[in-house]
């Protein structure tokens, strides 16, 4: 079965991050998605070579040096056929290029076109260089991850590059496709991490604003600084996850540790929460990570082990959602999301030989 995006025409101009996260999650609903990568012997930094990289699938490579003006020609032809477009550069230089979104719209006004930048496209840091924690530090979120004794800790490249940028940047793709199909006018798509990132962090600033978060990390619901909501250390130096929040969350909680009301600080009184995080530490000591899986298997105490990602793809759950295909060698994540008449094990597809999809789309 085709995917929902069956039919929808992309191209991609090979870069870092959220631009192949965002390429990957298009090729996994049914994209058709063109990538165009430096010519042989050009500098990319990419981390994994391209055709071996996971996230690279589903795509069709299409090899081009944008100065040379014969492949500039046959990027503007493919732009042209395109529904959509993205880009990973500093502002400025598909402009330099010719490729522009003024002059991509002129010709396909059809076209939702995507920039993906970490500042955005304007603004004073418009031009400078950074990455994912750069990104976070000056929208308020990395000062608000980790514990209070320690340093801010960068989520690894997670909440910028992938959550703020790449996944809003498809959001913004398929809205700006689906206002183009009902009106005939293309858009520009500003997609910049910072901006994306500060919408994940709606909820915690509407709280600040409300007085329900005190500035800094570790003294907070969601930031591990109560003892019902943070992990601890177990037997054998592993670690388990707790978020016992609601009441009968936490009533688990203790069942499952053997305590009870009674003989426990009442976390209602917020100068019992260092007797009582202390407690659980001490508690949480005296089995392994996996003996506590195991206590808490049929407790709904929202206690969970902490996997290693070496562990993750072959826990029970995961098996059985197929959470995990292998791909070049490797496991990696299965697509997401899931789509109704699609089989659960379906793993994504390559892309279709370069030659079929340039004659499929008019371009020589």
């Given at each position: 079965m085709n995917g929902p995006l069956s039919g929808v025409r992309v191209v991609e101009f090979l870069a870092m991050g959220p631009v192949p996260f965002a390429g990957m999650l298009l090729a996994d609903m049914g994209a058709e998605v063109v990538t165009i990568v430096p010519p042989d012997g050009a500098t990319h930094k990419m981390p994994i070579p391209t055709e071996e990289d996971?996230?690279?699938r589903g795509r069709s490579f299409l090899s081009l040096d944008l100065k040379a003006?014969?492949?500039?020609?046959?990027?503007?032809?493919?732009?042209?056929?395109?529904?959509?477009?993205?880009?990973?550069?500093?502002?400025?230089?598909?402009e330099r290029l010719g490729l522009g979104p003024d002059t991509c719209l002129a010709e396909n006004p059809t076209l939702a076109y995507g920039r993906m930048?970490?500042?955005?496209?304007?603004?004073?840091?418009?031009?400078?260089?950074g990455h994912d924690p750069n990104y976070l530090s000056l929208i308020g979120a990395l000062d608000c991850i980790g514990y209070a004794d320690r340093p801010p800790v960068p989520p690894l490249n997670l909440v910028g590059?992938?959550?703020?940028?790449?996944a809003f940047l498809v959001i913004g793709l398929l809205a700006a496709m689906?206002?183009?199909?009902?009106?005939g006018v293309g858009r520009v798509v500003d997609a910049a991490m910072i901006d994306g990132a500060g919408v994940l962090m709606t909820s915690i600033y509407s709280m600040l604003g409300r007085g329900m978060w005190s500035v800094g990390r570790g003294r907070n619901l969601l930031d591990g600084g109560v003892p019902f909501g943070r992990t601890y250390e177990t037997a054998d130096g592993k670690h388990v996850a707790v978020c016992s929040i609601e009441p009968p969350f936490y009533d688990a909680l203790l069942r499952g540790l053997n305590l009870s009301q009674d003989?426990?600080?009442?976390?209602?009184?917020r100068e019992n929460l260092?007797?009582?995080?202390?407690?659980?530490?001490?508690?949480?000591k005296e089995k392994t990570r996996d003996e506590w899986a195991h206590v808490f298997a049929d407790i709904p105490a929202c206690v969970t082990p902490v996997l290693t990602i070496e562990e993750a793809p072959?826990?029970?759950h995961n098996v059985a959602r197929g959470a995990f295909i292998e791909r070049a060698g490797v496991r990696v994540p299965q697509a997401a999301p899931r789509f109704s008449g699609a089989p659960t094990d379906a793993a994504p597809q390559d892309g279709p030989a370069i030659e079929e999809v340039l004659t499929r789309w008019g371009v020589a």
């Open positions: 996971p996230m690279m003006p014969v492949d500039l020609d046959r990027a503007r032809a493919l732009i042209n056929a395109a529904d959509m477009v993205m880009e990973g550069y500093r502002p400025g230089v598909m930048t970490g500042w955005g496209q304007n603004g004073p840091l418009a031009q400078v260089p590059d992938f959550g703020g940028g790449g689906t206002q183009a199909r009902s009106t003989d426990t600080p009442s976390r209602a009184t260092p007797a009582l995080e202390a407690l659980f530490s001490e508690k949480f072959d826990h029970p």
